[in-house]
C-alpha cells in the first residue's frame, strides 16, 4: 500500500497542483482515493497516470487531472449535497464524497453501477448513493443539489439539471460532439451565468439525452 500512497502523492504533486488546481480539499481527496481499485485488475499499474483508462462497457475512468479540475470547478463545501450523472467506475464519486456531505449518482449502464455500488461500499463510503437509471432528468426527489456534476457529453445542457441546482449552485458538464467544451454553469439570484472553460474528450451522454438533442 505504501507504494500506491506514494504514486498518489506524485500524481497530485506532478499532474494536478503543477497544473493550476489550488483546493485544499480537492488535493487531499485526490491523495486519498485509491484509483486503482477502481480500475480492471490488468490497468492497475498504469492507474496513477495522467490519461483515461478503460473500465468495461465502452466506458472509461478520467484522467486525473480532468477529475480534480472539475471537482474545484464546482466549488464545494463541506455541508454540500451533489448529484453526479455519470458514475462509472465511481472514482469521482468517491473523490466527491471525501469532501462533501452526501453524495447521489446516476449510471445507464447496469453493470457499472452494480460495479461501482460494491466498490464504493468495500471501501467505505456510506454517503454515497447509486441509481442504475438515465440521469437526464436528474434525481428530483433529492433535489436541490448544491453541485451537479456530469461526466458524460451530451450536444446541450440537460434542462431538468439545471432546475435542479441549488440558488448559488454550479453545473460541471462537458458539451458537444466531435468537439467538446467543458463548461461550468452558475445558478445567480438573478438568473442562470454559464462560462466555458477548457477542451475536453468524454464518451457521449446516451438515453434521453441523444433522443432530445436529435429533437432539436
Not at 471525501?98 to 461500499?121: M, Y
Request: charged share 25%; no cysteine.
Amino acid at each position: 500500500m505504501g507504494e500506491y500512497t506514494d504514486l498518489r502523492e506524485r500524481m497530485v504533486e506532478m499532474q494536478i497542483a503543477r497544473r493550476g488546481v489550488v483546493d485544499s480539499a480537492v488535493l487531499e481527496a485526490m491523495r486519498t482515493v485509491p484509483r486503482h481499485r477502481f480500475v480492471p485488475e490488468k490497468h492497475q499499474a498504469y492507474a496513477y497516470a495522467d490519461e483515461p483508462l478503460p473500465i468495461g462497457e465502452g466506458q472509461t475512468i478520467s484522467q486525473p487531472y480532468i477529475v480534480a479540475y472539475m471537482t474545484e470547478a464546482m466549488g464545494l463545501a463541506a455541508s454540500d449535497r451533489v448529484l453526479e450523472i455519470g458514475t462509472g467506475s465511481g472514482y469521482q464519486a468517491a473523490i466527491l464524497a471525501e469532501i462533501v456531505d452526501s453524495v447521489f449518482t446516476i449510471e445507464i449502464v447496469k453493470p457499472l453501477a452494480e460495479r461501482a455500488e460494491s466498490t464504493l461500499a468495500e471501501l467505505g463510503y456510506a454517503n454515497v448513493f447509486v441509481r442504475h437509471g438515465d440521469g437526464y432528468r436528474g434525481w428530483p426527489e433529492h433535489a436541490p443539489f448544491d453541485a451537479i456534476i456530469v461526466t458524460a457529453a451530451p450536444d446541450h445542457v440537460p434542462q431538468p439539471l439545471v432546475d435542479q441546482l441549488a440558488v448559488g449552485g454550479r453545473l460541471v458538464i462537458p458539451v458537444g460532439i466531435a468537439m467538446q467544451e467543458l463548461l461550468v454553469v452558475h445558478r445567480a439570484k438573478d438568473g442562470i451565468v454559464t462560462d466555458t472553460t477548457l477542451p475536453v474528450r468524454f464518451v457521449p451522454m446516451t438515453g434521453e439525452a441523444q433522443k432530445t438533442g436529435r429533437d432539436k
